[in-house]
């Protein structure tokens, strides 16, 4: 056993990171521990929405040109078509994970935090400490930040059922010549999309995506063949769609994925990483003791937990109603200027999800037919 910390993160993704970073500029004493050597890649689309960066911005964090391409045209194709989002500004920016991640860890270990590579298997909770129980030490915390990921130790020792309410992502950097918007495709699978965001130099972070689950391998490189791109490496990631039942207990907190804080209708998961990181560094800097750590991050992300709770429902309507069901029938809700404007907003940071049933939900439910209606309540798409 090694210093006893103030604060002990497990995961340095970008959850664990932006903990780390906010926590040592605040003057806590903290250690990072993660299972892998940075850098390293993580299955992920790269898409940076503007809510992150503007978030990255507010932390003071400079990309420092990581950026590889930038939509400010993206395509989102369904059954009833192609329907086009526009802006002057970058509507998602394309990063390299291994990069990204290493930029964010980097960023903490310049602002004092220590690093260590082990694996932890399991914890025990003391009255004064917590201490973390990896395979090749034990590491001493008065507080823990989780943010281990979609499989979490620590979520599981909580007594979450870590299994459930999961997507699962197929990725690879393919390489070609396509195009410079990105591209967002559901009818390349059901209850899912495809991807194809540019990185330049004739690269694309090719992807699929589904809250089914299945081996996406094959599929994602049949598609990205016949967006005449040849597809690398293929790496494969599940995604929460649904925060955990249990998200703190004495001295520990989950964030990022092993929250389950991931938007289940665009699978975007880097901005809820860093946005509860940061949160629970500041629900801890405003606590006294354990009770109120955990009283206090609860406060903090219940807003969130709204949000993406009716993000849940609305992404069975996009792919369900108006996808499988409208979309057929040559109608869909994305082709309503209003629509498309309230999902800007929502990357943008500009708007809650909670505002986009009245334009959605409304549309899809009153233009379906009774029939298809039934069929979509028994299951039939």
């Known amino acids: 056993m090694g210093r006893a910390y103030d604060l002990v993160i497990v995961g340095a993704g970008p959850a664990g990171s932006t903990a780390a970073y906010v926590a040592a500029r605040l003057g806590l004493r903290v ?6 050597r940075f850098p390293r890649m993580k299955p992920c689309g790269g898409g940076l929405t503007q809510k992150s960066t503007l978030l990255l911005r507010g932390l003071g964090i400079d990309l420092n040109g990581m950026i590889k391409g930038e939509c400010r045209r993206v395509a989102i194709i369904n059954n009833a078509g192609s329907f086009v989002l526009t802006d002057n500004e970058p509507i998602i920016s394309v990063v390299s994970r291994d990069e990204f991640d290493n930029l964010l860890l980097t960023s903490a270990l310049e602002e004092g935090a220590d690093y260590i590579n082990d694996r ?8 004064d400490y917590i201490n973390v129980i990896g395979i090749n030490n034990t590491y001493i915390g008065k507080y823990v930040i989780a943010a281990d990921g979609a499989n979490s130790i620590i979520a599981k020792g909580l007594g979450n059922d870590i299994r459930r309410y999961n997507a ?6 393919s390489h070609g010549n396509y195009d410079d918007l990105c591209v967002i495709d559901m009818t390349r699978i059901k209850w899912g999309y495809s991807w194809v965001f540019p990185r330049g130099d004739n690269e694309y972070d090719v992807g699929i995506g589904s809250i089914r689950w299945s081996n996406y391998k094959a599929q994602l490189i049949k598609y990205a063949s016949e967006v005449g791109l040849n597809a690398g ?3 494969g990631h599940p995604i929460p769609i649904r925060p955990r039942k249990v998200l703190t207990s004495r001295r520990i907190v989950l964030i990022g994925d092993a929250g389950g804080f991931a938007d289940p209708t665009t699978g975007e998961g880097i901005f809820y990483a860093m946005y509860t990181g940061t949160l629970a560094v500041l629900a801890l800097r405003h606590s006294s003791n354990p009770s109120e750590f955990s009283r206090n ?3 903090l992300i219940k807003p969130l937990i709204k949000n993406l ?8 309507s996009v792919y369900g109603i108006d996808h499988l069901a409208m979309g057929r029938l040559g109608v869909s809700a994305f082709s309503m200027p209003n629509t498309r404007g309230l999902i800007k907003r929502i990357m943008s940071g500009g708007a809650w999800y909670s505002q986009v049933p009245l334009s959605l939900l409304r549309f899809s439910i009153t233009k379906a037919p009774r ?3 039934k069929r979509i309540l028994h299951g039939e798409f």
């Open 31 to 36: 250690l990072i521990i993660d299972r892998f």
């Open 120 to 127: 932890i298997v399991s914890f025990s909770v003391g009255s």
């Open 309 to 316: 709770s009716l993000a849940y429902y609305l992404s069975l």
């Open 233 to 235: 490496v293929v790496l």
């Open 297 to 299: 991050y609860l406060s």
């Open 168 to 173: 699962i992502a197929y990725m690879s950097i």
């Open 371 to 373: 029939e298809v209606m």
